[in-house]
T-cell receptor, first 113, second 110 residues
Framework: GAGVSQTPSNKVTEKGKYVELRCDPI?????LYWYRQSLGQGPEFLIY????????DSGLPNDRFFAVRPEGSVSTLKIQRTERGDSAVYLC???????????FGPGTRLLVL | GEDVEQSLFLSVREGDSSVINCTYT??????LYWYKQEPGAGLQLLTY?????DMKQDQRLTVLLNKKDKHLSLRIADTQTGDSAIYFC??????????FGPGTRLSVLP
């Protein structure tokens, strides 16, 4: 079956612009996670959804970052007033239950100029 | 706070065994994971171990957990060139928050 998909695969934007990154989880997976991976580092947790609600958003670095999952399936990560330090690969993962079986998408590589 | 550490690089010869080590700090970890990441690809779950186990074997992969020392290792038997990748250790604690290590880059030499 289809895995987790993320669009776009690459995004180049200018400092100060707004971007949206999309994640399509595996069908039927109730849990969805966003991570940020900077060059040479491991993924860093951002936010976790169980269904439509954000169960844990403690990893969001500041209020420029926001994520939604209105129908409990597709999720969008939104970044306002982008900064050069936001450049990273943004990874999405989904899970049928809890975090012990997370399946990752290929990521969106964001570059802020 | 939570912290996961790994050595950054490992080189082995094809056919040898690879051992990738990881240490973590949170004693309340419930599951510990090994993920593989190849260039330009997403993270692939290799295996995971529940914290009340001390060993798990899956084909060429053996995971050892020393809970007292908070040490996790991944042994890859008969390492092949296709095993060249970055390997991430990760833990999950009482929440749903994954904490990843920095990754170990495994290079397999012919």
């Amino acid at each position: 079956g289809a895995g987790v998909s993320q669009t776009p695969s690459n995004k180049v934007t200018e400092k100060g612009k707004y971007v949206e990154l999309r994640c399509d989880p595996i069908s039927g997976h109730t849990a969805l996670y966003w991570y940020r991976q900077s060059l040479g580092q491991g993924p860093e947790f951002l936010i976790y959804f169980q269904g439509t609600g954000a169960a844990d958003d403690s990893g969001l670095p500041n209020d420029r970052f926001f994520a939604v999952r209105p129908e409990g399936s597709v999720s969008t990560l939104k970044i306002q007033r982008t900064e050069r330090g936001d450049s990273a690969v943004y990874l999405c993962a989904s899970s049928p239950r809890g975090a012990e079986t997370q399946y990752f998408g290929p990521g969106t590589r964001l570059l802020v100029l | 706070g939570e912290d996961v550490e790994q050595s950054l690089f490992l080189s082995v010869r094809e056919g040898d065994s690879s051992v990738i080590n990881c240490t973590y700090t949170d004693s309340s970890s419930t599951y510990l994971y090994w993920y593989k990441q190849e260039p330009g690809a997403g993270l692939q779950l290799l295996t995971y171990i529940f914290s009340n186990m001390d060993m798990k074997q899956d084909q060429r992969l053996t995971v050892l957990l020393n809970k007292k020392d908070k040490h996790l290792s991944l042994r890859i038997a008969d390492t092949q060139t296709g095993d060249s990748a970055i390997y991430f250790c990760a833990e999950i604690t009482d929440g749903q928050n994954f904490v990843f290590g920095p990754g170990t880059r495994l290079s397999v030499l012919p």
